[in-house]
């Protein structure tokens, strides 16, 4: 047995770690070790295959650093790779090990936030296309409308440091509008891509007022800790010495410092190969 078995974090880069941070602050004395795949970013252009495989050599690197749960703290990841990892690639090849998501704590508990029955959701091409959050929200609440509205540039403005100016603020406010003229009745957001909580202050001064924009790091995060109260064979495999390690499988100097944007405080990561 190895001797560190730490909860894996992935992403296919940055965002992640804006799900990490709410996950570390609500559980601070496990272990924890983040891939962040930098040198493949990003996922949310690639097509299922692709984004499949990616996931599945990240998931694979995590395991055999000990993690016996891992978290894709991805929508893309989430949206088109997890379902696979779940029903088939885990069976098959670890069939104790565990992988979640990010989407479905979000979508079992959308209900809560929205009175008008209309919520709206902005995420990555690729997370709209799978049609992952309207497929799951219908399970837990079927009556709900839900709206997409793919913004495909506000990755690469986040990931350029873009977080407001003239440029940023055009691009915010088209999505916002397209998604409103659809349908005005929204009066919940969700943010479905793990960069976005870092415009939110910018999203919120283009929306009426009373439209809630929910980010999901504090949801996934609760939704963790209740998996981990239910699954004590998981929780009782999971090292808690507080330990916080950083992967990225591009140049960690670069990483290091825009993760800390991400994180909320300085990271030190090292760079591995999958
Ligand atoms: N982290 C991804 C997500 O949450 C966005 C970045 C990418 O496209 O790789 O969908």
Redesign the pocket.
């Known amino acids: 047995m190895t001797a560190a078995q730490p909860i894996g974090i992935f992403?296919?880069?940055y965002?992640?770690l804006t799900v990490f941070k709410e996950i570390a602050a609500l559980l601070p004395e496990y272990d924890f070790l983040y891939l962040g795949d930098n040198a493949r970013?990003?996922?949310?252009?690639r097509s299922f295959e692709t984004v499949h495989h990616y996931t599945w050599d990240a998931v694979r690197w995590l395991f055999a650093r000990g993690c016996r749960l891992v978290v894709l703290?991805?929508?893309?990841?989430s949206a088109k790779a997890l379902r696979t990892i779940q029903q088939k690639d885990l069976p098959q090849a670890y069939p104790d090990l565990r992988v979640l998501g990010?989407i479905r704590p979000v979508t079992e508990r959308i209900g809560e936030f929205s009175r008008s029955g209309h919520v709206g959701l902005f995420?990555?091409a690729?997370?709209v296309r799978s049609q992952s959050y309207p497929i799951e929200i219908k399970k837990f609440f079927p009556d709900l409308v839900v709206h997409a509205e793919a913004c495909p540039l506000w990755?690469p403005l986040i990931e350029n440091n873009e977080l407001d100016g003239a440029g940023t603020e055009f691009f915010v406010r088209r999505h916002v509008d397209k998604l409103l003229a659809r349908d005005p009745e929204i009066d919940a957001i969700i943010l479905?891509?793990?960069?976005y909580p870092l415009l939110s202050a910018l999203i919120a001064r283009f929306l009426p007022p009373g439209i809630k924009l929910i980010s999901q790091g504090p949801i996934v995060a609760e939704a963790l800790v209740g998996y981990l109260h239910r699954h004590t064979e998981i929780d009782g495999s999971c090292t808690k010495g507080g330990r916080r390690e950083f992967f990225t499988t591009d140049d960690p100097e670069d990483f290091d410092r825009l993760a800390a944007l991400f994180y909320g405080s300085a990271v030190r990561s090292k760079k591995t190969d999958l």
Request: aromatic content about 4%; charged content about 5%.
């Open positions: 992403d296919s880069g965002g992640g970013t990003p996922y949310g252009t703290a991805c929508n893309t990841a990010v995420a990555t690729g997370t990755v479905g891509c793990t960069h």
